[in-house]
């Protein structure tokens, strides 16, 4: 079946730090991958997605490779901000749907100055 | 643009009653998906609808059912409510059905089951 395999949080990073946010998956075929975030009181919005193999989705300074040797699609941030605090999703749909998503469990992540 | 609308934002109910949600999807999207999410299984798909057909269904008791009018606008409804259906429900719209289209998602309403 699908699955995603998420970073566990809480993280906490100074501003400026780099950000990884590890995610893992486990689909037949070829999934599309996401990250989406979800800021305080606000709904999910998508950062960024990758389609197929090796593309890179990039967003917000925020990237992320579709690695499918290691099944992985690890979100990261050269230089965080405060206002990046918040909810980070993985996310995968497969062919029955792409609008079928497989969430991981979120990672909070809270940059302090 | 308005975004995806979700009413009420805020809902309280008692077990064993039932609850109708509602979501209005942005302008042109005719796709609408619904969401269940909370903090012991995170987020996990209800269902999907298009064209007013309920095109892919997760893994939710008959209890959960919904359905799309003309407009694209969405409801979904919660029969005989148990305490663990206590969740913020997410509804997410889109244009069309492929990964080219994004989800793009209300606030949600949170539901409170006592």
């Known amino acids: 079946g699908n699955s995603v395999t998420q970073m566990e949080g809480p993280v906490t990073l100074s501003e400026e730090a780099f950000l990884t946010i590890n995610c893992t998956y486990t689909?037949?075929?070829?999934?599309?991958l996401f990250w989406y975030v979800q800021y305080p009181g606000e709904g999910l919005q998508l950062l960024l997605k990758?389609?197929?193999?090796?593309d890179k989705g990039s967003n917000k300074g925020f990237e992320a490779t579709y690695r499918k040797e290691t099944t992985s699609f690890h979100l990261e941030k050269g230089s965080v901000q405060v206002s990046d605090s918040a909810v980070y999703f993985c996310?995968?749909?497969?062919?029955?749907?792409?609008?079928?998503?497989?969430f991981g469990t979120g990672t909070r992540l809270t940059v302090i100055p | 643009k308005a975004g995806v609308t979700q009413t009420p934002r805020y809902l309280i109910k008692t077990r064993g009653q039932q609850v109708t949600l509602s979501c209005s999807p942005i302008?042109?999207?005719?796709?609408v998906s619904w969401y269940q999410q909370t903090p012991g299984q995170g987020l996990q798909f209800l269902f999907e609808?298009?064209?007013?057909?309920?095109?892919n269904k997760g893994n939710f008791p008959g209890r959960f059912s919904g359905r799309q009018f003309s407009n694209s606008r969405s409801e979904m409804n919660v029969s005989t409510l148990e305490l663990g259906d206590s969740a913020l429900y997410l509804c997410?719209?889109?244009?069309?059905?492929?990964?080219?289209?994004?989800?793009?998602f209300g606030n949600g309403t949170r539901l409170t089951v006592t």
């Open positions: 997410a719209s889109s244009r069309d059905r492929t990964s080219n289209s994004p989800l793009h």
């Open positions: 689909a037949t075929g070829y999934p599309s």
């Open positions: 990758a389609t197929k193999a090796d």
């Open positions: 996310a995968l749909s497969d062919q029955t749907g792409a609008n079928n998503l497989f």
């Open positions: 302008s042109g999207h005719r796709s």
């Open positions: 609808y298009f064209s007013e057909t309920q095109r």
